[in-house]
């Protein structure tokens, strides 16, 4: 792996650990930035709509808060492309399954970039999840798993982190970076 600006793409579910781990592998490169999707996301002041608020597991989102979710990927995006032409290595932390597969590879087409899938296991996910100021809950979660392992299985770096600390999950992702390159 060089030191040249690289994009990083951080998924999971909810819980996960996107958050935490995407910012603690942010500071592993010299020159870096963190872009969390809900961060994105909360720059919608007005008329905001969240995935969670519109549907259940298993149904269809709303449009509404699908175009939002789809707005806010093509964001974080564009603004990866940003920092890396400006040197900086970009780490994105979303939930990309499904056809937010395809989406990112569309607003990443034409730049490698390197896809790390955290997949602890659904209890643990389910756990911490419980544990934070919003939850999706345990359908949700156990939903959410199961549609990450089916449709994303075979790409990317996936590493199971249940049983390691964000520091050490950090540390594996480093050590095996290079696993996860897609070139688009």
Known sequence: MTDEAKIVVVTG?????????????????ERAAHIDADTVQSMIVSGEAWVTDTSGPGEKIQDEAARQLRLRLRNSCLLARSFRKAG???????????????HLREDL????????????DV??????????????????????????????????????????????????????????LIES
């Open 13 to 29: 579910i909810q819980g996960a650990g996107k958050s935490t781990v995407g910012r603690l592998l942010a500071e592993q490169f």
């Open 88 to 102: 900086f290595t970009a780490v994105v932390g979303d939930i990309i399954l499904g056809e937010r597969w395809e």
């Open 109 to 120: 087409h034409g730049v490698p970039f390197y896809l790390v899938i955290l997949a602890p």
């Open 123 to 180: 209890g643990t996910v389910v756990e911490r999840d419980a544990a934070r100021s919003y939850t999706v809950g345990a359908e949700w979660g156990r939903h959410l798993d199961r549609e990450l392992r089916e449709t994303m299985a075979g790409l990317g770096l996936w590493i199971d982190s249940s049983n390691l600390t964000p520091s050490e999950t950090v540390d594996d992702v480093m050590r095996r970076l290079d696993e996860g």
